[in-house]
């Protein structure tokens, strides 16, 4: 029981890990049920606790060297499942600002490496045993009671109305909808929102030979409009007016080979910000981005991204790259890219 409780902690702490970057990475249904999975496994590292704790505490007996760090390990695995639960029932959603939600992504991050040490330091040998008939019915077990448990947890915060039953298929809370004044400005990770002169500023559209500058004044002079919802991965979203250009519509301005669309689709949209910020879209996603110059009916101020940014509706709030300068279709597929931005 103590080898296979190790294991199954390893798998599930892998399957909560991989499961938390898959909601991140959509902003459509495939992040529901990835939460789902998620929720489950969070519940079932919890549930293993009375077995574990056995065998920490004989650990901890014997001293092996670097005991201590599997206690910062413990806090801090403790630390994201606490942070988690305060985030989906609502019950604590932030302290000033950092968001429960930070909280929450933020321990599980510190503790990789400590997981790596872990799991080399005190490794266990796996053995055919391991997947044997009785092994697999405690998985069964314990997977059926994380999801017993998951709906369980839903079902309190519906009956007690907790704030977590407001919140959105992407687990996130609705902040400041059709009031532009409350969106709160927001980096991924630590860009600094540049001072633009508007004067000078060029919007630089390349579509294979065909370069195109466009200047502020002639952006100002469209107004595409959408309705979208900015949904940050920091746990809350916010719907707002949004105006300015189809992206399209300047690829097309460009007198653009946008009939490379048709040859094979190994073909992108790479969207640059000023601060070297970038996302790759697909290059059929440009009749859905909106280049934005306003927010509300009002020009976008320099902390949502002034001159122009992008609106990327159903995306996280990740793929709304602020303070683009430059847009250019190349050979590269969309999936070339890291899967989540490095600044
Ligand atoms: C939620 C995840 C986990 C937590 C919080 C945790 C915590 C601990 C603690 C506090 C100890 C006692 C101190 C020590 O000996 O270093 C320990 C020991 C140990 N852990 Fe973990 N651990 C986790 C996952 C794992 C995994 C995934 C494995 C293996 C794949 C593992 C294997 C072991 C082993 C073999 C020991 C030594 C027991 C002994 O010496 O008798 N643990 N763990
Ligand atoms: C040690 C790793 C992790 C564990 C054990 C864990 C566990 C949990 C638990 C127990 C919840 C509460 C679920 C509920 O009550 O419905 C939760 C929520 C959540 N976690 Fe994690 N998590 C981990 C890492 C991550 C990572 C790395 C991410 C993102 C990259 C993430 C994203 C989320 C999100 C978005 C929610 C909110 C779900 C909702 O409100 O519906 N988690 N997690
Ligand atoms: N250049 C750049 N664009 C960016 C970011 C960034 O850090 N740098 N953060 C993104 C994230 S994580 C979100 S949620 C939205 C936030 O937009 P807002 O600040 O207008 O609310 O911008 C996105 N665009
Ligand atoms: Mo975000």
């Keep these: ?83 988690g639960i305060l985030h989906s029932t609502g019950l604590l959603l932030a302290v000033g600002p950092i968001t429960a939600m930070e909280v929450h992504v933020g321990a599980a991050l510190l503790a990789i490496p400590f997981v790596a040490w872990h799991v080399i330091a005190r490794r266990i040998p796996v053995r055919a045993v391991d997947l044997s008939r009785r092994s697999l019915l405690r ?118 080979p946008l009939a490379a669309e048709g040859r094979g689709g190994a073909f992108s949209l790479h969207v640059r910000s000023l601060t070297g910020y970038d996302r790759r879209f697909a290059l059929r996603d440009a009749g859905r981005l909106l280049v934005a110059t306003r927010l509300g009916g009002e020009p976008l101020d320099p902390g949502h991204g002034f001159p122009v940014r992008l609106v990327a509706p159903d995306r996280r709030g990740y793929w709304w790259v602020k303070w683009v300068t430059a847009i250019s279709i190349d050979e590269l597929p969309a999936w070339w890219q890291v899967p989540f931005p490095m600044q």
């Design 1 to 83: 029981m103590r080898r296979w409780t190790n294991l199954a902690l390893f798998g599930l702490l892998g399957l909560a890990f991989t499961t938390g970057w898959v909601a991140f990475f959509y902003g459509t249904a495939p992040s529901r049920w990835s939460l789902i999975v998620h929720a489950a496994s969070g519940y079932a590292i919890v549930a293993l606790t009375p077995w574990k704790a056995v065998i920490a505490a004989h650990g901890i007996q014997r001293r092996r060297p670097g005991w201590w760090a599997s206690l910062v390990f413990t806090g801090l695995v403790i630390a994201s499942v606490f942070a």
């Design 139 to 256: 998985a069964g077990a314990l997977l059926t009671g994380a999801g017993l448990a998951y709906a369980a947890g839903e079902g309190a915060v519906r009956l007690f109305s907790l704030p977590g039953s407001t919140r959105r298929f992407t687990g996130s809370y609705e902040y400041g909808s059709l009031q532009p004044a409350a969106l709160p400005v927001t980096q991924w990770i630590a860009d600094a929102v540049p001072a633009i002169d508007p004067a000078s500023w060029r919007l630089t559209i390349q579509a294979g030979a065909a370069i195109r500058e466009w200047s502020y004044g002639e952006l100002l002079a469209f107004d595409d409009r959408v309705r979208a919802t900015l949904d940050c991965t920091g746990g809350f979203y916010s719907t707002q007016d949004w105006s300015g250009v189809w992206l399209r519509r300047l690829l097309e301005s460009s007198s653009s």
